[in-house]
């Protein structure tokens, strides 16, 4: 993942605090604006790896409130129809808070 290009954000959390863990793709077709994640030189070792999003500040301090070790990012070609997805979700979270987990076809 290097600078400007896209990529979707997926969040792995416990919704309402509970223990069972939710992963849901939270954010897609978000611009890189800086990252030492595709580096293949020795600036990538000099330090921690980074990424760094354009963002709006709702969707920032969302993601700050999610926590950074809870993220995963996946490159999005920018394909312009985003996808709906259901997340991958445990089915005891499904019955606890009434979600919707049949597979869709």
């Known amino acids: 993942i290097s600078k ?8 792995t959390f416990a919704p309402n605090g509970g223990s069972q863990k939710l992963t849901k793709t939270v954010l897609q077709g978000v611009e890189v604006f800086d990252s030492n994640l595709g580096d293949t030189g020795d600036s990538a070792s000099d330090g921690e790896p980074y990424i ?5 500040l709702d ?3 969302m993601l700050n409130q999610i926590g950074a070790d809870n993220l995963t990012y996946a490159l999005n070609p920018m394909n312009p129809t985003t996808a709906r997805t259901t997340g991958a979700v445990d089915e005891l979270i499904c019955k606890r808070f009434n979600f919707n987990c049949s597979k869709q076809q």
Do not use: K, P, S
């Open 52 to 56: 760094t999003l354009l963002l709006r």
């Open 4 to 11: 400007g290009d896209y990529v979707d954000v997926i969040a």
């Open 59 to 61: 969707y920032a301090e």
